[in-house]
């Protein structure tokens, strides 16, 4: 497919040419023509009086060129035709032969930015680059992302293979990386109806809260102690993170600590270890490699990537693996008949003939991908969304009350007191909305030809659809860069969610491929924020009037961990586990 003819504009500068060359064609056929017609005519009479041969083949002559005039007249309307038939892509910038548009995306670090100013250049919602052999395919517009992820959906529903992708699922065992097919059905099924269904999110409640209740001694414990000079400074980003953290290593493994627990509450070397390289592996997953367009490269690992990624799902491995092996140990030799956690559940489950579903390595990468689907979006809209309400105490002031309204001040929050928080839950959305963990959500890879609104979607397309830009997109929100919970208050004051079905922002997506953790994503997002704002008042550092809300260079996460100073607003006995 040539992508020379995407671009309107490319597409409309070459067809004028075109139709110049075949204007010229015409009028030289045309003067060719017309010039024998005339000279037949004008020596017909003698040359059917003198040379009958010579007539015959001058009308020959004519009859041909006749002939080659109407065909060539057919043949341009045919080629006008198909090509009026034949579908654009989306536009996008000219690709070189082979690489597409490799060389500048190597050239325009991060990827991202340089993905976003070329569809504002363009003034287009959603654009075609080449990237190798493949066409990826950015959206920024909620019309056009429900085109594929609600009216398309099943032609959208497989992903792309990526080496970062193939090592940290096992080869394709578990389910957010992995293409269509049975694998990801067998595994979806799984954590949807066996994790994360409704009764299971019930008998998990004690673990999470055990670490919402962890989390607010340790902020507390930072309260009494003084950090670089200031009483009480708290790096929110490695609390949130740590709590993320800990809340799902308690529900995958029944411990919050691989290493020695920590008096404080806090994370120990271990657990920081731990948290580090599941971002790391996160940035590896969103890293647009050029070995993923180029799979000849691959086994040069020219950026480094691959080793990157090894090493570091080898850091993780060497925590979670050795509790996978022996508990499975523990099962098969009986010594094991209660269910406690995740790992159980999955060591458990049976195929019809009553052996094991899943095999030791299934469990393992899914335990990875599953740590990897839950540490960063709660833990990055709470830094965000405090980082924001410092800067507007206002907002900052009307959680609290929310907060002390519906609780008081003589309990902490309990997951039964999200529904009435309405507030709070808009200030989460309201993050989720300006300040995604990603700039795109992980790509959907189209299974078949098809067509968007107007445009041809060719078969191994990856579709990308922006988080960023879809919620800053100034055509679906006034004001987009501005942070106000408000706009996601229902005038009926009606229960606050933070899916977006239509995709006006990303937070849990939709389809085939939505995320099946809504409700424990939503109750860990909730019980951060209601707690930390309940829990304890917040300022700037001393040496800082607001807050600087710069993003980072290279992704789109606050540029430096957020420090603030927490204060308790409670009574001193509600922090003590
Ligand atoms: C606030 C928290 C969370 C947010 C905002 C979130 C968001 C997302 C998004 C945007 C996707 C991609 C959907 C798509 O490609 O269309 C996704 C997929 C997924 N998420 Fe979540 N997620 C959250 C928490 C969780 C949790 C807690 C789990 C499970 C423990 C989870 C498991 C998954 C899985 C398995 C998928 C892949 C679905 C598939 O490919 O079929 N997520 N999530």
Redesign the pocket.
């Known amino acids: 497919m040539d992508m020379h003819k995407t671009s309107p504009k490319e597409s409309s500068t070459s067809s004028v040419n075109g139709n110049q060359l075949k204007a010229l064609e015409f009028t030289l056929l045309f003067l060719f023509v017309s010039k024998s017609l005339s000279h037949a005519m004008a020596y017909t009479p003698f040359l059917l009086l003198l040379n009958l041969q010579g007539f015959w083949s001058c009308l020959l002559v004519i009859i041909t060129c006749f002939t080659i005039m109407v065909k060539a007249l057919r043949f341009n309307f045919i080629k006008n035709y198909s090509k009026k038939q034949k579908p654009k892509l989306p536009p996008g910038p000219k690709p070189w032969p082979i690489v597409g548009n490799l060389p500048e995306m190597l050239a325009n670090k991060p990827v991202h930015k340089w993905i976003h100013k070329l569809m504002k250049d363009m003034n287009t919602d959603i654009a075609c680059i080449r990237l190798g052999n493949s066409y990826v395919i950015p959206v920024t517009c909620p019309i056009i992302a429900s085109e594929f992820?609600r009216k398309q959906d099943a032609t959208f529903a497989s992903?792309p293979l990526s080496m970062s992708t193939n090592i940290i699922t096992g080869g394709y065992l578990s389910?957010?990386f992995v293409p269509y097919g049975d694998q990801?059905k067998k595994m979806?099924k799984i954590?949807t109806n066996d994790?994360?269904a409704p009764h299971k999110h019930l008998w998990l409640h004690d673990k999470r809260t055990e670490e919402a209740d962890n989390l607010m001694f340790y902020v507390y414990n930072k309260c009494n102690k003084v950090n670089d000079g200031v009483r009480g400074l708290v790096n929110i980003r490695s609390a949130a993170r740590h709590y993320c953290g800990n809340l799902i290593r308690k529900i995958t493994f029944n411990k919050r600590y691989f290493g020695k627990s920590r008096e404080d509450g806090g994370p120990g070397f271990e657990e920081v270890e731990h948290v580090d390289t599941i971002f790391d592996l996160l940035n590896y997953i969103y890293a647009f490699s050029a070995s993923d367009y180029m799979p000849c490269l691959r086994a040069l690992d020219m950026d480094g990537q691959q080793k990157k990624v090894k090493e570091a799902l080898r850091i993780i491995n060497k925590y979670h693996y050795p509790i996978v092996q022996e508990r499975c140990k523990q099962w098969n030799g009986g010594f094991k008949v209660d269910e406690e956690d995740w790992l159980d559940v999955l060591i458990t489950l049976k195929d019809a003939n009553n052996n094991p579903l899943l095999t030791l390595e299934e469990i393992n990468a899914q335990i990875t991908?599953?740590m990897l689907?839950?540490v960063d979006?709660?833990s990055n809209?709470f830094e965000w969304a405090l980082a924001e309400m410092i800067n507007q105490p206002e907002l900052l002031q009307r959680a609290v009350e929310e907060l002390d309204t519906v609780v008081g001040k003589e309990r902490l929050v309990q997951e039964s007191d999200i529904p009435k928080l309405n507030y709070v839950k808009a200030c989460a959305k309201e993050a989720?909305r300006l300040h995604p963990i990603a700039p795109f959500?992980?790509a959907?890879v189209s299974m078949y030809d098809t067509m968007v609104g107007n445009y041809f979607i060719p078969k191994g397309s990856h579709v990308m659809l922006s988080r960023q830009e879809l919620g800053r997109n100034p055509k679906v929100w006034n004001e987009p860069h501005e942070f106000k919970p408000e706009r996601h208050l229902m005038c009926d004051g009606q229960n606050v969610v933070?899916t977006e079905p239509n995709l006006k922002f990303?937070?849990?997506?939709?389809?085939?491929?939505?995320?099946?953790?809504v409700m424990?994503?939503?109750t860990?997002?909730i019980m951060l924020f209601a707690r930390m704002l309940h829990g304890f008042t917040w300022s700037a550092p001393p040496n800082a009037s607001i807050i600087n809300l710069a993003e980072s260079n290279d992704d789109i996460l606050l540029a430096e961990p957020l420090l603030a100073v927490a204060k308790p607003r409670l009574a001193p006995e509600l922090y003590q586990l």
């Open positions: 992820l992903r389910t957010i990801w979806k954590i994790l994360l991908e599953l689907a839950t979006n709660p809209a989720f959500i992980p959907h933070l990303m937070s849990f997506s939709t389809g085939r491929r939505g995320c099946p953790g424990l994503g939503t860990m997002t």
